[in-house]
Each structure stands twice: as C-alpha cells, then as structure tokens.
C-alpha cells in the first residue's frame, strides 16, 4: 500500500536500572519502545520511528555537482603538473648542492612521562566521581581524556558473564566502597574482561573477584555511552584495598 508505514529500528543495550532514563531520551527523539527483555545486568531495550522520508531530487542534484567538481579538480591538477615538476627538479638541484655540515641535525622531542589523573591532582576528575552517572560531564571528560590513564578507589557493583563465555565477564565499578549500592558518581564498566585483565596486585590476592569487592583501580578512559549512560573502561591495574 502506498501510505503503508514505515519504520526504522534500533536495539539499546542498558545497565539495570537504568532504562527509565533510556526510554525517556529515545521517545523525545522519536523513538517508540516496543520490546523489552530484562537481564542479570542489562536490559535490552527495542524501538521503532516512522522512516523519514528521502529527498531524491536533492541526493541527485549533489551527485552531479560532485561530479563536476571531481572534473574540473582533476583538469586543473593536470594543467598544474608541468609547474610542478619543474619545482620539484629545482628544489632537488638545490638539496643535492646544500652541504651536510649546513643541514640542521634534528634534535630528540622531550616528553614527560604521562601523569595518570587522580581525584587528588584534578578537580575535574574528582567532582565527576560525585557527578550523576548520566550527567553531561561524563561525555566532555571522556572526550578530552580518552586513552589517558585514571585511578582511583573504587567497588564492583555487579558483575556478569559475558555472552557465553563463563570466564569472561561485563563488570561494573563504582567509586567508594559501596559495591552494589552505589548511587553516586559514573557506571564504570570493563567489558570482555576476564580475571587475568584485571592485572590484580597487593595482599592476599583472590582468585576471583566479586560484587562489593573494594579495590584501587588504574584504568585507561575509553568512549562514554551517552544511551546507557555507561563509562568504558580499559583495565591496566587492580590493587587489593
């Protein structure tokens, strides 16, 4: 049927207790909620929005223009090669002429060490812990930090295996102590990870770990996913508290 309509569809992944606010965002965006399945650790959310529909005329009319532009770019470039090639002979005529005495001899870029940001050396990092897991701060600091080193003290909230592998796991870490009852600062989460990840360190170290176990973590800043409201992380150091 001609008005028969159409839609597009979108599977979100999302923390336990989380969903309500997954919800509310996508149905401002358009989305309607039409499945839900409820997991240990995830819920899986499905939705669906009406297909816009496509501006074929416009999508035409800027291929051709492209097409134009992919013509002329290409017959100036050719009408441009002759200069070229003569400046390139002349600039290696005049490098074959300069003296290896007169060439400037590089010099080794000094870097310091990367320092690995902490609550006690950066405010931003340290009022994010007591920032709401959804907060827009989570987005900009993970923006501007990713691949940057973070530590600080923290608990596993929840733990769960990953798809069907009985050794890897998604675990979720929050900061403080409160493990699973955690209600401030970001849903921290390794993905994939399976104990040996966790590069555990200090006294009695467990074989396993679980929810409410507290620890020092060092970790590198992955992405922020604004969705699920869920903080990636990459484990570098685990440290028995």
Partial sequence: MADEIKYEYKTVRTVRGTHGLVISKMQKDGWELVEQTQGT????????????PQPWLLIGSAVAVLVILAIVIGVASALGDGGEETDRADKSTAAASEKPADRP??????????????????????????ADYCDEANLDFAARHEGEKIAFDGSIMNMAPHGDYDTRYDIL????DDGPNTAVGPAFKYEDANIA????????????????????????VGEFNAT????????????VR
């Fill in 41 to 52: 650790l995830r819920s899986t959310l499905g939705f669906r929005r009406p297909k816009k």
């Fill in 105 to 130: 001899t590089p010099t080794a870029a000094k870097s310091p060490a990367a320092k690995v940001i902490t609550p006690q050396n950066d405010p931003e990092f340290a009022a994010l812990l007591k």
């Fill in 173 to 176: 870490l929050g900061p403080g």
């Fill in 197 to 220: 990840d966790l590069e555990l360190t200090g006294k009695n170290i467990p074989a396993t770990v679980d929810p409410g176990d507290k620890f020092r973590f060092v970790a590198e």
């Fill in 228 to 239: 699920q409201c869920l903080f990636f992380l990459h484990p570098v150091s685990t440290e």
